[in-house]
């Protein structure tokens, strides 16, 4: 099916299960627990899932496959932000000509960026990269405001021109009338889930760029890519001109990370400048790493790693943790609380850090070889499964080559 | 004539602090071909080596004086400090003074104990690592220390002044003749600028000279080949790793008094470093010297308003369009070896 | 074959589930949208969100605020010695919660970042459940944040942002502000200036290039040349610079004989530093002392900066040192469950957690319509600020501001700044379709309720 082997076929349809029963895989705890506090089922954070996951999916394309580690695709994101917010501002609320901006402009960005940074290789590829994204910054935060809007962040005020805009059409980010904030919340039991419109046309095309990934990787393109990372004076001399492959990689997932930048303004019509500053950058980099390089979902699971401790462990302050606590004497209580409350709350940085350092050294390959390790626990009997097997082999090819 | 020394002159000590670091950079990477993004949170440690110190030395005991209030109203608690106290109060005061320059005493130490317990601990397991893995645990590792110096010193910057003999400035025009008031000059900047120099120096010579440093060369040139003739190459390493931690440490308790330590300073330098690094080209130390120098000088000029006023903001990214050319001109920065991190 | 039979149990255990759910008489019922606004509260208690800085440079400050909201909530809820609500000019609370609700609250993590800090408040309103937001500690997040609220319904009280913007050209319904502004702070200090250090000055501004920066510096520029003052030159400096020493010497070469540092945080604190050692303080020129000024002060940044602030003026929207009875209760209560005084930062948003509650109280239901409609116009006292006006045009408080010095003699760690004169708020007032906050074209919009 979709021109996939069984295996990926079966793979993709996972994967799509996962996406579209997110609002409720992830709302385990019912409303009334203390536990409450980890449910990350609610609209923002769930599309921010789907887009850093969309980011994390483009810039694996590149260096997953390739082994060109950029450190400057932010200013990919936060030009397919500004794109956005700008067609907002012009036309009206309608997500749809922004986002096809968003890529089309991204991608021009990507072909200027990529023509010059790939003359160089390795180190100072990723340097030459860095150079641009922070220009890029640093202009957008003070000269450039009059473009960007500054510190501010870019959004429509009320005397922007908004041809299109009709009294009756909505005035916040829709798709052709379907408001994105949009939102159903369904009651079961003590459970309370909300599907969010937003959300599932986030998820959507999550879904489709990564079958888009999927078929890049099993595809000759992808081949050569692998052999560049490999080898490349092997193919340099095979008579191959890596060059316009390498250019491709890397416009295409400049364009990714542009999707990923409009999809945020289309969820919440604001672009900041500090979204395309180096901690953005480095932020895919970790996400990518994290999850695993070269996988297929290893970004993916780094993405949605790093975005719940943000959201989630920054929120969990001395009051929660006192609730959580309280049924212990009161001695022990606090003696437990001093224990976690540097982890938590304001401390979860460290949380964050330590875990960084945890998964590298105990799992080479990122969070998707512990996840194989535990399926091969539970297939013990049997083979390892192939999946498993599989995705093995691609954290296996992903360690860049020294 | 005058504005274009001045601007020579602060881009010197901007430049040797960039030095500094990518000088301990460059040593941790030409040795141990190890990406350390830790890097900026060892200079920051050693920039709380000297709050440290100043804490250390302000140690002091309570009395209440029931003459003053303090701000709830209640009898003032006064703080008197053993130093004081041991040695009396005008020589006490002046060791307080010198807290800085004295926390270089600790920091040597403590930073260097720092390097050893990191490599040891953890960077050891990575030598065989991909660089991407390399950059996700020193990474992890530059977060921890970090929210580490939040815990204990917070998150507000906290002053440590030179001592008072440096506080001042000093009228450097009319030192070279060039007619008073025309160029004036902190004391420390100078100080920070000449230490900085001594350290380069001492570096340098240290490699080129003993016979221990002959053989790290020579582990940087071919590390297999000087592990083939029986030397421990590894051990050798690890000190390295110390020393670059000291070196760090050093440039972190001297900016002190220029740039009040926080804790998250470390990062602030390390995207820049990284760039010095890399421009000077990697793996070379004279490189990583002359490329800090070259783009604190820049940096410097660029910020002059005749230079502003014809490319506004041209002193936001004076550094990074200097890296891009540069690296498009000499493909491996002024003065990298070939084959070195690239692929 | 294996993959077949895992199928089957999967889809097993999903059928095992789902009749286990039915069994247990559990029907998914879809929640209407019934709720007059977003988030009304319909238990036995009520949400507040504190999004505050928890990491990143401002982390220190954030800190603070999370003290003060904290303490703002316990008096609601009648623990402590109830602080300010003792002493605030209108008697709707009660210390039992608002409107008989207790009062939780949860927190988040700005980051300083306006991305960050949506992402924050979006979990405050989607997850949580929160009536209103408080904190921040720059104009960036400030506006971003209340652009959030306005979108989604509910109440943004916002804690310290001082950019002429937040209640100027990017003002929102549903967003207040009691913090002063540049404006203010410029109007503040031009006659203190005057007063001190003569009507013929020269002053070279170094600017943190960025909204607030320009901002501040428009403000300080238009006060300043009222007086009769020149402006020698306006030097932007990229923010986070770090080392200001380039931006500092040509100062020495201009021939001004004041430098105004529209700086804040970590950059004030180092280009003063700095400008401190190149000598600029100890300096002759034109016949005067040379003179620092620093428009916007904090106490954590007169901390950080230490013995450089001595004697160098700024402007402060409160300080704990005020004699009033307000500031009293305030600082004794915040003091005794904490240690210190409170800084300024703390004060507006413990204010404005109060003032949210009363507002509530007054207007009988969390609607954040009738919110607006009771804290439009309001006029209230015994806060620390004197009688004070939440102007119902723009949504900025309009009270005293303080201009301050940096203290000569501190007789203890916290006594870092001084007062040294209350300015009246006539002389700070302004019209609300002044040019400097967006002109005529600026307007509230409509409040929205959201849901």
């Known amino acids: ?402 | ?343 | 074959m294996s993959d077949l039979k895992k199928g089957v149990s999967r889809r097993k255990v999903l059928k095992g589930g789902m009749a286990g759910i039915l069994a247990a008489g559990v029907m998914p019922t879809i929640i209407s949208k019934a709720y007059g606004y977003t988030n009304e509260p319909t238990g036995s208690t009520v949400t507040f969100g504190f999004n505050v800085p928890q990491t990143g440079p401002y982390a220190a400050e954030g800190l603070d605020e999370l003290r003060a909201q904290e303490l703002a909530v316990e008096h609601l809820n009648g623990i402590g010695d109830g602080g300010m609500l003792n002493t605030f000019s209108s008697k709707a609370l009660g210390g039992n919660g608002v409107l008989g609700k207790e009062v939780t609250f949860v927190t988040g993590d700005t980051q300083t970042k306006s991305d960050a800090a949506r992402a924050a408040a979006q979990s405050m309103i989607q997850k949580d459940g929160c009536v209103m937001i408080n904190g921040g500690s720059s104009s960036g997040v400030a506006i971003a944040v209340q652009g959030l609220c306005q979108e989604a319904g509910i109440i943004f009280m916002a804690g310290l942002t001082h950019s002429n913007d937040t209640t100027g050209k990017d003002r929102k319904r549903n967003g207040f502000r009691h913090f002063f502004n540049g404006y203010m702070s410029g109007a503040a200090l031009g006659p203190v200036l005057g007063e001190v250090y003569g009507n013929e000055r020269r002053a070279y501004h170094l600017t943190a290039d960025y909204t607030w920066g320009w901002t501040q510096e428009e403000s300080m520029i238009a006060s300043t040349e009222a007086l009769g003052w020149e402006t020698a030159n306006k030097v932007l400096t990229p923010v986070g610079a770090g080392d200001f020493s380039s931006y500092i010497t040509p100062v020495l070469q201009s021939g001004a004989d004041t430098l105004i540092l529209n700086h804040y945080g970590g950059d004030m604190v180092n280009s003063l530093t700095q400008a401190v050692q190149f000598g600029l303080r100890d300096r002759q020129v034109n016949g005067k002392n040379f003179e620092i000024i620093v428009p916007l002060y904090s106490e954590l940044m007169a901390e950080g900066a230490g013995e450089n602030i001595k004697g160098v003026y700024g402007s402060m929207n409160w300080n704990w040192q005020l004699q009033d009875e307000g500031t009293a209760a305030f600082t004794r209560s915040f003091g005794e469950k904490y240690g210190r005084p409170p800084s300024n930062s703390a004060h507006t948003c413990y204010v404005q957690t109060l003032l949210y509650a009363d507002a509530v109280e007054r207007a009988g239901t969390f609607d954040p319509c009738a919110v607006v409609e009771a804290l439009e116009d309001f006029d209230f006292d015994g806060m620390g600020n004197g009688p004070v006006t939440y102007r119902g045009a723009d949504h900025q408080c309009f009270k005293d501001v303080l201009v301050v010095k940096g203290a000569e003699n501190p007789s203890n760690q916290y006594d870092t700044l001084e007062v040294v004169q209350v300015t009246p708020r006539a002389q700070v007032e302004y019209a609300p379709d002044h040019p400097m906050f967006g002109g005529p074209e600026a307007s509230l919009g409509e409040c929205n309720p959201g849901a």
């Open chain 1, 1 to 402: 099916m979709f021109g996939l082997d069984a295996k990926d076929t079966r793979f993709l349809l996972i994967v799509m299960f996962l996406t579209l029963a997110t609002p409720v895989l992830l709302q385990p705890f019912p409303e009334t627990s203390s536990l409450a506090q980890f449910n990350a089922g609610y609209p923002d954070l769930m599309q921010r899932f789907a887009i850093f996951g969309i980011f994390a999916i483009g810039f694996n394309i590149l260096f997953g496959l390739t082994g060109y580690l950029s450190f400057g695709h932010a200013a990919f994101l936060g030009v397919g932000s500004y794109s956005v917010v700008w067609m907002y501002k012009l036309l009206d609320y309608n997500v749809l000509p922004g986002l096809i901006l968003a890529v089309v402009v991204s991608g021009l960005f990507a072909v200027v960026i990529g023509f010059i940074s790939l003359r160089r290789s390795g180190i100072y590829f990723s340097i030459l990269t860095l150079a641009f994204a922070q220009m890029s910054y640093n202009l957008a935060y003070s000269v450039l405001t009059p473009i960007t809007n500054g510190e501010t962040g870019l959004q429509v005020y009320s005397n922007d021109p908004q041809v299109l805009l009709t009294e009756a059409g909505p005035h916040l980010p829709h798709l052709f009338g379907l408001v994105m904030s949009d939102a159903t919340r369904v009651r079961l039991g003590d459970w309370v889930f909300t599907f969010n419109f937003g959300y599932y046309f986030t998820a959507i095309i999550a879904i489709i760029v990564f079958y888009i990934s999927l078929r890049i990787f099993r595809s000759p393109f992808g081949m050569i890519l692998r052999a560049i990372k490999s080898n490349r004076t092997r193919l340099d001399y095979a008579g191959i001109n890596t060059k316009p492959y390498m250019l491709a990689a890397f416009v295409v997932s400049g364009m990714y990370a542009g999707l990923a930048g409009g999809l945020l303004a289309a969820m919440d019509p604001l672009a900041g400048a500090e979204r395309m500053q180096w901690t953005a950058s480095g932020e895919v980099v970790l996400m990518t790493i994290l999850g695993g390089a070269g996988t297929l979902l290893g970004p993916v699971l780094g993405a949605a790693f790093i975005k719940y401790f943000e959201n989630i462990f920054s929120k969990i302050n001395e009051g929660v943790l006192h609730t959580w606590f309280g049924w212990l004497p009161d001695g022990l209580e606090d003696f437990i609380i001093t224990i976690v409350h540097p982890f938590v709350g304001e401390g979860w940085h460290l949380t964050l850090g330590l875990l960084f350092v945890l998964v590298v050294v105990f799992l080479p390959g990122g969070m998707i070889e512990g996840l194989n390790r535990i399926a091969g626990l539970f297939n013990k009997k049997s083979e390892k499964s192939e999946e498993a097997q599989d995705s093995k082999s691609d954290a296996r090819e992903s360690q860049p080559a020294e």
């Open chain 2, 1 to 343: 004539m005058d504005a274009i020394l001045l601007q020579i002159l602060n881009g010197l000590d901007k430049g040797s602090a960039y030095a500094l670091i990518a000088l301990g950079l460059t040593l941790i990477f030409g040795t141990l071909g190890v990406v350390n993004f830790a890097h900026g949170a060892l200079f920051m440690i050693g920039a709380f080596c000297a709050v440290t110190m100043q804490r250390l030395l302000g140690l002091s005991y309570q009395v209440i004086d029931e003459t003053q209030k303090d701000f709830l109203g209640n009898p003032l608690t006064v703080n008197v400090s053993y130093m004081e106290g041991w040695f009396g109060p005008e020589i006490g005061q002046a060791i307080v003074d010198w807290s800085v320059p004295l926390a270089i005493l600790l920091a040597i130490p403590v930073m260097a104990l720092v390097g050893f317990a990191m490599e040891r601990g953890l960077i050891k397991h990575f030598y065989r690592r991909p660089h991407a893995e390399q950059i996700l645990v020193t990474f992890g590792l530059a977060i921890v220390l970090q929210e580490i110096i939040k815990h204990f010193f917070g998150a507000n910057p906290i002053p440590a002044g030179a001592p008072d003999v440096f506080a001042g400035s000093f009228d450097f025009g009319a030192l070279i003749g060039l007619g008073g008031g025309s160029i004036i000059y902190p004391y420390w900047r100078m100080v920070y600028f000449l230490f900085s120099v001594a350290v380069i120096g001492g570096v340098f010579a240290f490699l080129q000279y003993t016979t221990f440093g002959m053989v790290v060369r020579a582990g940087m040139a071919d590390r297999d080949t000087v592990g083939h003739l029986g030397i421990n190459i590894d051990r050798r390493f690890t000190i390295m790793f110390g020393l670059a931690a000291a070196v760090a440490g050093m440039a972190g308790v001297m900016y002190a008094p220029i740039l009040s330590p926080n804790y998250h300073m470390g990062m602030d330098f390390l995207v820049l470093s990284f760039v010095v690094v890399v421009v000077g080209g990697m793996g070379s130390l004279p490189g990583a010297v002359l490329a800090g120098f070259l783009l604190g000088i820049l940096q410097s000029f660029a910020s002059m308003n005749e230079v502003k006023s014809i490319i506004p903001g041209i002193d936001q990214v004076i550094i990074y369009l200097v890296a891009i050319v540069i690296l498009l001109a000499r493909p491996r920065g002024l003065l990298g070896r070939a084959g070195v991190m690239e692929n």
